[in-house]
């Protein structure tokens, strides 16, 4: 049980590292907005490098977290699991978020996190764009999404494999210092 907090420790050392200035909007978008493919079922290997806070701070090593995420018009729902072990499970159903988590993951983990990055990188542009606070943009062009605050870039997502949930995907959040890969295959 110690290892499974260092591990999950270890994954959100970044984001939890530093309060940042600003912060994020968190999206809140209808399960039904996703509105392609649906139901989608999607087994997935994520990869957390934390990305330096600062000049002169080193990378920590990446870790590794298997997920599933399933979306339908109804719900969305996410499991992660690390060392063989249910850690997290998250639910939106467009009006409320559930979540159940292991006794030993660290308060760190926010639900509302998992959210919104599953919503950045998954659901469509124009919606995302609709939901976004005064002063933030979400622009896409040739398999690369930016949202940016002003004239800075917060999140850089890029999609190697169309559709987009059947590859890889990277999200990099300069903000919160850290970036994701996104592993995916669809179950059935």
């Known amino acids: 049980m110690r290892g499974l907090m260092v591990l999950m420790l270890a ?3 970044a984001c939890t590292s530093q309060e940042p200035a600003i912060s994020l909007p968190l999206l809140r978008l209808a399960p039904a907005a996703f509105a392609t493919a649906m139901p989608l079922s999607l087994s997935q ?7 330096p806070a600062s000049r002169g701070e080193t990378n920590s090593p990446a870790k590794n977290l298997d ?3 399933e979306i339908n018009p109804d719900q969305v729902q996410l499991a992660g699991f690390a060392l ?5 499970t998250v639910g939106w159903d467009g ?3 559930t979540s159940s988590r292991h006794a ?3 308060k760190e983990v926010d639900e509302q996190r998992v959210l919104r990055d599953v919503q950045l990188v998954y659901w469509p542009l124009a919606t995302i764009q609709a939901a976004l606070p005064a002063g933030w943009a979400l622009s896409e062009e040739s398999g ?3 949202l940016t605050q002003g004239p800075h870039t917060i999140i850089t997502i890029r999609y190697h494999a169309e559709p987009r949930w059947a590859g890889q995907t990277e999200l990099e959040n300069t903000l919160e210092h850290y970036r994701l890969v996104i592993d995916s295959k669809e179950t059935q």
């Open 11 to 13: 994954l959100l050392s």
């Open 45 to 51: 290997r994520l990869t957390v490098t934390p990305l």
């Open 67 to 69: 997920a599933l995420l």
């Open 84 to 88: 063989g072990q249910r850690i997290l």
């Open 95 to 97: 009006q409320s978020l």
């Open 104 to 106: 030993l993951l660290p």
């Open 144 to 146: 690369v999404r930016t």
